[in-house]
Structure formats: C-alpha cells, structure tokens
C-alpha cells in the first residue's frame, strides 16, 4: 500500500506538469493576456474543485458523527426501555468515524431485537385483553410502552388475562346454565319468549358475557322460578283442598280421582286438571253444607284441646254456634281451624314441654304421697333408695323443663306483645301457682303433724331433754309392753322440724351410748321372775323375748312424728309375746284372768286402753310364732296397794 505523503507528492507532481501543458498550449495558442486569463480561471476551477471536495468530506464526517451521537442515543434509550446497562465507552483516537460507526451499531443491534420482541408481546397481550374485557365487559389493565414494564409487572398482566379467561369460562356456564334453566320453567309454564331482546338472550351463542347480560338472565330466571313456586304452591294447596273435600264427600268420581292423582307434575296442564277438579268439589260442597261445617267443628274442637283453650276462649269463637250454614260460615270456620294449626305449630314445643313438666309433676305428687304413706318404711329400703333418686332426677328434669318453658315464653312474649295462655291463664302463673299451692299443702301437713300443747294440770311440767317418760306400775297386766323411751327432746318438740329417714339403721341397731335397751333387759328379767315366768324352775332358760328387738329408742320420734304419732298421744308398744314352746309349757299352769285391769298413769297424755297399740294390732291380724297367743296376766303385785 502506497504511502500517503507519496501520493499527496504525485499529485502534486501531476498537477505541475498538467498546469505545464496548459500554459505551453495556451501561449502557443493565445496572446499573453488570454494566457494570462486562463491560468487565473484554471486557478479558480482548482480552488472551486478542492472546496467542493472539503465541502463535501465535511459533510460527510458530520453525518458520521451525528450518526454516532444518534448510535449512543439509541444505545441509552434501549437501555432506559430494556432495564439493561450498556457500555459503549468512547472513541479512540486512532479509530476512524466510520468504524467507530459501525462498531456502535453492532453493539446495539442485540437490543433493538429485545425492544421489538418486548414490543410485539406487549401488543399481543394488549390485544387479547380488549378482546376480553370486550366481551366481559370488564375495563382494560394499562401495560405501558415507555418504559417497557418489568418482567414482574408482564408476569401480573398474563395473570390478569389467566383471570379474565377464567371469568369468562365462569360466565358461559353460568350463562349455559340460566339459559337451560329459563327454558325448562317456560316449557312447564307453557311460554314462549314474547321479544325479540329476549330470543336473542335466550339463543344467541356470540352473545357478549357482559354482567348485565348475566343480570338479565339472572331476573328472567328469579321471575320464572317464582312463577313456578307459586304455581307449586297452588298446585299444592289445590290438591289438599281436593282430598280434604274428597275425605268430606260422601261419594266422588273414580274417573276424577285416577285424573288428579295421574297429574304429577308442576305443570301448567296439572293447574288446569286440579282446578277444575276443585271447582266440582266446591259446587258440591256448597250443596251440603251443614255436613262440612260439622265436620270442621270437630276439628276444631280437636285442636282446641291440643291447644289448650278454655271454654271462654272457645266461646269468643260464637260463629262455632251459629246455626244458618252458609258460605261465609263456612270460611270463618276454615280460617279459625287454620289459625289454630298455625298456632300449634309455632308453638308446638312449649305444648310438648308442657305436657312433659306435667307428667313429672304429677310423678312428683305420686312420690311425695309414698313418702307420706304411714308404713313407707315397711321392707322398703331398696324403694325407698330408687324413690329418692327419682325424686331428685324428677326435681333435676322439673327445674329445667320450666326453665325452657320460661325462656320460649318471654320469647313469645316479645312477638306477640300477649302473654301465653293455658286453659285461659298464664302459662307462668300457672306454673307458679302450683308451685304455690305445693308449698302451703306441705306446710299444712307439717302443722297437721306437728304434736298440739296440752295441759292435762296447772302443776304438770313439761318434759326435759333427756329425761324419762313416767312408766305404768308393774302390777297390771301386759307390763312387758311398757313404755320405756326417753322424753323428746326440744328439737323432737319443734313441730317444723325437716323429715328424715337416715335413723332407720339406727333402730335396727340402736348405739350402746343412746340406748336403754339394758334398762330394758334387766326390767323385763325382773319382771318375768315376778310373774313366774323367770329361770328359777328346773327348766332351760328361756331365749331372749322377741319383743327385746321391737324397743325403739328417741332416735326414732322423728319418724313417730311422721306417722302421726306424737308424745301426748304416746302409746306403749305392743305387748310381751312369748315363744310357742314357753306357751305351751304354762298354759296350764297360768290362768288367763276374765277382767283386765287398766291403770291410767296420770302423768302420760294419752292411756293405752284407749288407744291400742298398732303393733299390737299387726299380730292380731299375723301372728309371728305359730298362732296367736294371749299371754296371762301377770301376778298382781304387792308393792301397789289395792284401790279402794
């Protein structure tokens, strides 16, 4: 390759011998002057051309640098649209415009096929949402072109159409469904679309899935179904109003009956069969009115006594004895038996909860009398264990029975601003009432139990706590009977004592500290020696008396009280009764005396010839060893003088 300096001396060369030629040629072929011209003008052709051609390269470097500048231009706008960095750097001085030029433009060219991709994505998801939210009906989501979004921003707009395709695959079944819907209700309505809107809602496939079109669909289906539930409903209620008038008939037409009840469907054909059915029936009716308004009267009084109403209540209703039958009597009576079931159902569990505290409370009033009853503790501890533990389940379910009763009445209360009425009282106060009226019946039977304070002298003390009741003298016969329990003591005289039955062990096996039972044992021993029935004879001594076992204690007053038996009206137990053995043995020896001898001892309230033992009654009635047996009076003392 040449060197420059060389060519630029060439042409310089080149130039002189063409300027040589040109001035031989013009001064052979001019006058000097001319020559002179024409080496000016070629002067000037030689100054024009090398301006034009530094003209030219000027413009020529200024397009390259003003292409370079647009280069970096480009490259900075790509890389504020692609969020990417690129490094261009600057020019070297020893690198011409032009390759600097296109060195620029290659290194950008990876960017604009990024831009135009981006761009094209872009426009093609933009396109998709307006073809979305055009049939949706749904405003567009802007996606921005400057700067190009973030791959985070273009990953929430595909969702944004994922979501809008799935609206509107929602919508087309739902749109599918109302439409299947709409024409199956106007097909049992018998109905035809009236418009042209409505065929083309009903039947168009390109039809938009705008809410409103939805919201459309939507009422057209409300209002059908409507339709169809009414014509339901009045399918329904005719069909009741025909058999109830078929129940009240005397004769009806089998061809009729096999007609309604063929006619299964809610339909508009089923409405016109069962319609004029009970258009029949009704003409019938009216025929025979008395018949049907009798008929309501019993049910009437039938729901009267499921509704507990009082016979002033049932008077209000006076058309129940009007005797002109019409038409309008005829109605009022249907109304008043509708009222009544409506009534009943509303209120159908405080009836059931009603009935139920009722039979607990009258289970209750069972109980209490068992508990009351005079021989309750006769073999009956295991009863009287179950008793008491269904009396207090029974008290448990009572409690909480009224209080559900309770919370259903006040309920009422507040809806029907009445109170609610059982056989023409309030249901509350009647209940409290009972409650009332239990209460004042107990305290009457505890003041009916309670002893009565009688004076039998002005110098008669009452008994002290502890001490022992007076005892007959031994001289009169039937002594083993005697009475030997200990005086009541003030809270046994308290008449308002609470009952209780947990001393019933204590009978059967009396404590060593409480009991006299050794008082009793030694008085009785005595007692036999001194009628001759002791164990000075020969003969095997005798067992113990059964009546050691039937001494009772002041433990057991309480239950005295209970049966009625107080300590003024106190009766001595029964009397001795001795084995069938030992009877044998002194019949013959003891003679029964023809008169028995009653002392009053006048420091007891009542006399035991007056009131007879109720112990000694059981054994007259059974006796406990073998047969009755009279024993024989005893010998008559001679520690008591004779009365004069």
């Not at 290194?107 to 831009?115: A, C, Q, T, V």
Request: charged share 30%; aromatic share 6%; hydrophobic share 30%.
């Amino acid at each position: 390759m040449a060197d420059p300096t060389s060519i630029k001396g060439e042409i310089l060369e080149m130039t002189g011998e063409h300027v040589e030629q040109l001035h031989s040629m013009w001064s052979l072929m001019f006058e000097p002057k001319t020559c002179k011209d024409y080496l000016h003008k070629l002067k000037a052709h030689a100054d024009n051309f090398y301006t034009d051609l530094l003209t030219e390269s000027r413009e020529k470097q200024e397009a390259i640098l003003d292409d370079i500048a647009a280069l970096g231009a480009e490259a900075s706008d790509l890389t504020r649209l692609l969020h990417e960095t690129v490094d261009i750097g600057e020019r070297p001085d020893d690198v011409p415009l032009i390759i600097w030029q296109l060195k620029l433009d290659e290194s950008i060219e990876h960017l604009r096929e990024e831009l135009s991709k981006r761009r094209a994505e872009i426009g093609e998801l933009l396109i998709q949402q307006d073809e979305l939210c055009e049939e949706l009906g749904a405003l567009p989501l802007p996606l921005l072109a400057d700067p190009l979004p973030l791959p985070d921003e273009m990953d929430g707009f595909r969702d944004h159409l994922d979501f809008l395709r799935s609206q509107r695959a929602e919508r087309q079944t739902e749109l599918d469904q109302l439409r299947k819907a709409i024409k199956h209700d106007m097909k049992m309505l018998e109905l035809m679309p009236q418009t042209d809107a409505e065929h083309r809602l009903l039947n168009d496939l390109s039809h938009n899935l705008t809410p409103e079109t939805l919201e459309r669909l939507r009422q057209m289906r409300n209002s059908y179904a409507e339709q169809i539930q009414e014509l339901r409903s009045e399918i329904q209620d005719m069909r009741e109003k025909i058999y109830s008038l078929w129940d009240r008939l005397q004769e009806t037409d089998e061809s009729a009956v096999r007609r309604v009840r063929e006619c299964t469907e809610n339909t508009q054909r089923t409405y016109a069969i069962l319609h004029s059915e009970l258009q029949c029936c009704q003409a019938l009716r009216s025929q025979n009115l008395k018949t049907f308004i009798e008929q309501l009267r019993l049910e009437i009084s039938k729901w009267w006594d499921l509704t507990l109403k009082s016979q002033q209540e049932r008077n209000r209703f006076y058309n129940f004895y009007n005797k002109y039958y019409s038409e309008d009597l005829l109605e009022l009576h249907e109304l008043a038996l509708e009222d009544l079931k409506s009534f009943y159902t509303c209120n159908k569990e405080i009836f059931d909860l009603y009935e139920s505290r009722a039979e607990l409370w009258s289970r209750k009033q069972a109980l209490e009398a068992k508990a009351n009853a005079p021989n309750r503790f006769n073999n009956r501890g295991a009863q009287l264990l179950k008793e008491e533990k269904e009396r207090k389940a029974i008290n448990s379910k009572l409690a909480k029975t009224e209080q559900k009763i309770t919370e259903l009445v006040h309920a009422y209360e507040v809806q029907s601003h009445g109170p609610f009425l059982v056989y023409g009282e309030n249901i509350l106060e009647l209940m409290a009432g009972a409650w009332e009226n239990y209460r004042q019946a107990k305290q009457s039977s505890v003041r009916k139990k309670a002893p009565p304070t009688t004076k039998t002298g002005g110098s008669s003390k009452p008994p002290t706590a502890g001490s022992t009741a007076p005892r007959t003298p031994p001289t009169l016969k039937n002594m083993s009977s005697m009475s030997l329990r200990k005086t009541p003591t003030i809270q046994l005289l308290t008449p308002t004592m609470t009952k209780s039955t947990e001393n019933l062990h204590k009978r059967l096996d009396p404590s060593a500290a409480k009991s006299p039972l050794k008082k009793v044992r030694f008085l009785d021993d005595t007692l036999r020696r001194s009628w001759g029935l002791g164990t000075r004879s020969n003969e095997r001594p005798r067992t113990k008396s059964p009546s050691d076992s039937e001494y009772i204690t002041d433990e057991t007053t309480e239950n005295d009280r209970e049966a009625g038996i107080s300590y003024d009206e106190f009766v001595p137990t029964s009397r001795l009764v001795l084995p069938v053995s030992v009877t044998q043995r002194r019949r013959d020896r003891v003679a029964v005396p023809p008169i028995r001898h009653v002392l009053v001892n006048h420091n007891s309230v009542a006399s035991a010839a007056n009131t007879p033992p109720k112990q000694a009654v059981n054994q007259e009635e059974k006796p406990r060893f073998g047969h009755q047996w009279k024993p024989p009076s005893p010998r008559k003392s001679r520690m008591w003088p004779k009365p004069r």
